[in-house]
């Protein structure tokens, strides 16, 4: 089994391995965990957008490969708070489409600013994302461990993205990592033109 390939198998076990280790926990508590966990993947959205992150992290190297992907989980929670505690915040799915423009064409240029401002980028785009988790609460589940629950599963979303991006080293994977981000770019414009349209 190639290295890649065994890291992302990897990386499957992990999302599923929190459904089992909550297989005996409070159907209540559970329930918000898992909720949480699936969240980020419910939407392409969401999923392009985390992925993008640890795409750019991996095209920027160190410090940016562990620096991305540790601020947009940070600021997404605080975005989350802003949600559940019902503070407006115009145009979510707008911002949510523009990180995914933003992220892909970073991705796509191969667009290597400092690290700081790389992680200013990505943490106010984790804003909105993280509003979006927090308004779809689901009733009746614990805030808190739905909140852990989309915390893990975007960093796991991140980590798909660096192995992804990993392949950045060599002339051909290069390439594909370009085309990656342009496929993300333009799955953003569609989402724009969506979130505009409604």
Not at 29 to 47: I, M
Not at 80 to 109: H, N, Q, R, W
Not at 168 to 173: C, F, K, L, Y
Request: neutral net charge; glycine residues 14%; contains cysteine.
């Amino acid at each position: 089994m190639k290295p890649a390939r065994g890291a992302l198998s990897g990386a499957g076990v992990l999302l599923v391995v929190p459904a089992i280790a909550w297989a005996h926990e409070e159907a209540g508590q559970a329930a918000g965990f898992l909720a949480g966990c699936l969240h980020p993947v419910s939407g392409l959205d969401h999923v392009l957008a985390m992925v993008a992150v640890g795409l750019w992290g991996a095209v920027l190297g160190a410090p940016a490969i562990w620096l991305l992907p540790v601020a947009f989980p940070l600021v997404m929670a605080l975005g989350a708070l802003m949600g559940l505690l019902g503070f407006p915040l115009p145009g979510v799915e707008v911002g949510i489409a523009l990180s995914a423009i933003v992220l892909g064409a970073m991705v796509l240029a191969e667009t290597r600013p400092a690290p700081w401002v790389a992680a200013v980028i990505v943490a106010c785009f984790a804003v909105f994302h993280g509003h979006a988790h927090g308004r779809e609460l689901p009733e009746g589940t614990s805030a808190l461990l739905y909140s852990f629950g989309f915390v893990v599963a975007t960093g796991l979303l991140h980590a798909a993205g660096i192995l992804l991006g990993a392949a950045h080293r060599w002339p051909a994977g290069r390439q594909a990592v370009r085309a990656a981000g342009a496929g993300v770019a333009l799955a953003g414009g569609f989402f724009l033109w969506r979130a505009i349209a409604s």
